[in-house]
């Protein structure tokens, strides 16, 4: 087994769990907490899902999916066999995670820690409306860097 074929196979696994976790996520978690904000922040903050620690797992598997796919194109440019499909796939990755780190993690930290920030109730529904639209996008990226280190995986 290559050292190419080791980083492929950790991005892989990688992307999967990172894949089932945002799609669970997005179609049991935050339907939940955005309901009809802010009533809903504060009940999903009293759930059992509420109660669970989301950042704990975040916190260490979202900087390993994105230096695994880095990590991933730099081996297969140093073996010489950069691939266009991988290169794609990592670029998913990395923007997922920066975008998580610099507006999907703050926010939601707003919305459900600090409950809305006492902000007026329609400015929550809409920014929670704006929050799950633009997690269906990243949710896309997510599912763009699984097929594309799939892909890369079988070429």
């Known amino acids: 087994m290559t050292l190419q074929t080791v980083f492929l196979w950790l991005y892989s696994a990688m992307a999967s ?3 089932g ?3 669970y996520e997005a179609l049991v978690v935050h339907p939940a907490w955005s309901r ?3 009533e809903s922040f504060v009940a999903f903050m009293g759930t059992l899902v509420g109660r669970m620690n989301l950042a704990a ?3 260490r598997v979202a900087p390993l999916f994105a230096l695994s796919a880095l990590a991933s ?3 297969a440019a140093m073996q010489g ?3 266009l499909i991988l290169i794609a796939s990592a670029a998913c990755a990395v923007t997922a995670v920066a975008w998580t780190l610099t507006y999907f993690r703050p926010t939601v930290v707003r919305f459900l820690e600090q409950q809305g920030d006492n ?3 329609e400015r929550l529904q809409a920014e ?3 929050w799950i639209v633009l997690n269906w996008i990243r949710v896309a990226l997510i599912a763009v860097s699984w097929f594309g280190v799939l892909a890369a995986s079988h070429s």
Do not use: S
Request: overall charge positive.
């Open 21 to 23: 976790a945002t799609g």
């Open 57 to 59: 797992f975040w916190i």
């Open 119 to 121: 902000a007026p109730a």
């Open 128 to 130: 929670a409306r704006r």
């Open 17 to 19: 769990l990172v894949f």
């Open 81 to 83: 066999t950069p691939n």
């Open 73 to 75: 194109v730099a081996v």
């Open 36 to 38: 009809k904000p802010p």
